[in-house]
T-cell receptor, first 111, second 116 residues
Framework: DAKTTQPTSMDCAEGRAANLPCNHS???????VYWYRQIHSQGPQYIIH???NNETNEMASLIITEDRKSSTLILPHATLRDTAVYYC????????????FGKGTTLSVSS | DAGVIQSPRHEVTEMGQEVTLRCKPI?????LFWYRQTMMRGLELLIY????????DSGMPEDRFSAKMPNASFSTLKIQPSEPRDSAVYFC??????????????FGPGTRLTVL
């Protein structure tokens, strides 16, 4: 079973920041927080991952609380193309490891 | 790079028939994953291979399902006999295990299977 809890759906206005929360209270010390997204009918796509420090890349920012029990994915300027299902996953930080997907959050960006 | 290639993209078959789904991972990748996605159950991991060796097949629903990876560039997922409840989108994903690497999996476009 997935070790994360996410809201089922969220809405965001185009151009605004989208903040997607995730709870992972049972995360282990050697587990990382990963985010993937799935645009309609496509395969999931990696976004970002982190252990305990905040991370940023060209797609998004990841904020992890100090106790590591929750995190927030931030899309700074959401566009219509960011409409997708966003999955928060707890995983070991190495390739060749299984990803266990939960239900994710459906983000709807509207103009 | 062509990305992960899956074939066929769509498959419609009748109950009881054998179905074979195919996957070509990204060149140089040495981990391969098979997932199934339905509205009811979401995205489920079926089986995965590291260096062509099956690591965990606990997600394979029944003995009707089998998967092989005869070499680093090809994998198959077979369902025999197929049943209507097997209707789903089947995704293949690959990744490369390297020192210092992380768990980024690259997904194919999926095969939409319909069993009548």
């Amino acid at each position: 079973d997935a070790k994360t809890t996410q809201p089922t759906s969220m809405d965001c206005a185009e151009g605004r920041a989208a903040n997607l929360p995730c709870n992972h209270s049972t995360i282990s010390g050697n587990e990382y927080v990963y985010w993937y997204r799935q645009i309609h009918s496509q395969g999931p796509q990696y976004i970002i991952h982190g252990l305990k420090n905040n991370e940023t890349n060209e797609m998004a920012s990841l904020i992890i609380t100090e106790d590591r029990k929750s995190s927030t994915l931030i899309l700074p300027h959401a566009t219509l193309r960011d409409t997708a299902v966003y999955y928060c996953i707890v995983s070991l930080n190495q390739a060749g490891t299984a990803l266990i997907f939960g239900k994710g959050t459906t983000l709807s960006v509207s103009s | 790079d062509a990305g992960v290639i899956q074939s066929p993209r769509h498959e419609v078959t009748e109950m009881g028939q054998e179905v074979t789904l195919r996957c070509k991972p990204i060149s140089g990748h040495n981990s391969l994953f098979w997932y199934r996605q339905t509205m009811m159950r979401g995205l489920e991991l079926l089986i995965y291979f590291n260096n062509n060796v099956p690591i965990d097949d606990s997600g394979m629903p029944e003995d009707r399902f089998s998967a092989k990876m005869p070499n680093a560039s090809f994998s198959t997922l077979k369902i025999q006999p197929s049943e209507p409840r097997d209707s789903a989108v089947y995704f293949c994903a690959s990744s490369r295990m390297t020192s210092g690497g992380y768990n980024e999996q690259f997904f194919g476009p999926g095969t939409r299977l319909t069993v009548l």
